[in-house]
């Protein structure tokens, strides 16, 4: 079940294709309707063969004009995208459903234009012409798509969006907890007799925890989700054989299941807007808030590994708060040290991560904090920034 889901999150052509069939079908229906039951329409809605052809010829040449400009946009919001944001963030676009399905509404009309010139033949003296309201669906599905691009262009646009999917994944993980389907324990349990092997090189994208419990065997993980992992790696231990049809490895990471790589997704937009090439510290800024608040929903959870229980078991290792707070800012901090307003932006979601945290998480931060600071050479500061940089981090102590 996890494999389906993961494939329908990742299959960028899924929808454009079922729009495909439906242009063909809407084909085949107004065919059916001009052979069968043209009678029933109003004589202002048929027209003669000939004029049929000319209206849908001109609805394909303007279609594949317009599919022509929307793939050429589609490549310069692909190119920002990887270029001023980070490569890992194209999916956020690609996989965005209602780009899909505008792509689908394009498909589908050009597939039911084409395939209607196709089929007219001189036996149809008049027919009923459906291209009309095609048209008015396309140009709406343009409309759309410009509106679309035009947001999501925007830095703040995918910082919010990539704010949203790591608040689904902290909050679908938090009521599996208060529902008791999952709990943090402290130990992962004991040795088991059968070892559980990476079945390729790639990332560790999800697990199936469902299919995993619904049978008696018992099963430990060893790796992190998003844990880089070699074919025959051994990964875990089991109490039976063949458990790994539930463990999901792809070549590039998932947000599925990952919670640190939508952080890693946030911390990478914020490097590239501190780049020279860029020097955009504000968006940084902006993205190291985004990163405090996820950070402070994540804060209520304790350490300690994850146990899924059903007819079995499956425990799986979790990055602890402290590791995941320094991976999270350790380039930040060494790529930002020259610009203090990063450095107390830094500080700033330190102190928003403290707010909402569990004592054992506040004694992370805290000991967190000198680190931040660590490179700075307050000599050489002026009064201002150093007054500046010093207020933020009493203010992170609080």
Known sequence: MQKLKLLYRETNW?????YGLGGAMLTAIVLTIDLYAKELFPSDW???LGLAQTIHSAVFTGLLTMMTFTFSTILVVLTT???QFSPRTLPNFIENRQVQHIFGVFIGTVTYSITMLFFMRPS??????ASAVAVIVVLIAFVAFVHIVSQSIRVTTLLDRLHEEGCMLIEEHTNAIEAGRYQLVSDNGTNHPFGVTATQTGYLQA??????????RHVVIDV???SYVTQGQRIGNT???DVEQGIIIGPTRSAEQDFPFVIQKLTEVALRAISPGINDPNTARHAMRQIGDLLRRYTVLKDGHLLVSGTGTVVMSRLTFAELLYLTFYQLRHYGKEDISVLATMLESLEIMKRSALPEHRISIDQFI???CSEVDWSSLNEWDRRHLEQAEQKARL
């Open 207 to 216: 697990v199936d925890y469902y299919l995993l419990i619904k049978s008696d």
């Open 46 to 48: 048929k027209t003669t």
């Open 124 to 129: 149809l003296k008049d027919s009923v012409v």
């Open 224 to 226: 992190a989700i998003g």
């Open 239 to 241: 109490t039976q054989q």
């Open 81 to 83: 995208y990887s270029s």
């Open 370 to 372: 000198p680190f931040v």
């Open 14 to 18: 899924w929808w454009p294709l079922l």
